[in-house]
């Protein structure tokens, strides 16, 4: 924020105070990133081709680069996403989450093996320097689970993989509050 946008762009980052930013998903991720210690906040739209593309490191890179955050302090919330076991690609497009890591591509020898999207996203911002406690997915057990299914949630989400054409949007969003000044 505060520059001429892109002539498109999935992820946007600010330090600005009570301004709220948002990123869409129907079975895409919503990517959340909060850097408590710089005050900077960040959020990405990260279907397959996106995290194939490299937007959630793009998104933690524009913050350090623009505000100063430190990767080691950003935490990341990976949204509610669809899951490896409603989503499918093509050999071709699995084999890329392959090589990011084997555990990201089931069924790799079908012709349409089951991708976890979400754990690739994991893996890339680890091998990018977030601490692997930073980020809250569906791996967390401390913690509620906010990455469930989309597709296996019909009565929670929207799902373009579950309802074709017939969807509808979910948002993440965030924003820096005020400092609460007061004396109490």
Same mark, same amino acid.
């Given at each position: 924020m505060g520059k001429p946008p892109p002539?498109?762009? /999935?992820?946007? $980052?600010?330090?600005? $105070?009570?301004? $709220?930013? +948002? +990123?869409?998903? +129907?079975? &895409?991720?919503?990517?959340l990133f909060t850097d408590p210690v710089a005050k900077v906040i960040g959020v990405a739209h990260a279907g397959w081709k996106g995290t194939l593309m490299g937007i959630a490191m793009a998104t933690v890179s524009a913050m350090v680069t623009e505000f100063g955050s430190k990767v080691t302090d950003i935490v990341a919330v990976i949204g509610p996403s669809v899951g490896p076991c409603c989503f499918s690609l093509d050999k071709e497009s699995a084999e890329h989450f392959h090589?990011?890591?084997?555990? &990201? $591509?089931?069924?790799?020898?079908? +012709?349409k093996p089951y991708i976890d999207i979400r754990l690739a996203t994991r893996i890339l911002l680890q091998q990018g320097g977030l601490l692997p406690h930073h980020i809250?997915?569906?791996?967390?057990s401390d913690r509620p689970n906010l990455t469930l299914c989309t597709a296996c949630h019909p009565e929670q989400f929207f799902s373009h993989v579950r /309802?074709?054409?017939?969807?509808?949007?979910q948002i993440g969003f965030l924003w820096i509050k005020e400092p609460n000044n007061s004396p109490l």
């Open positions: 002539s498109s762009y /999935d992820g946007i $980052v600010t330090n600005r $105070v009570g301004v $709220v930013i +948002a +990123a869409p998903g +129907a079975d &895409c991720m919503p990517l090589s990011i890591d084997p555990s &990201c $591509v089931r069924g790799r020898g079908s +012709a809250q997915d569906d791996r967390v /309802d074709g054409n017939h969807f509808g949007t």
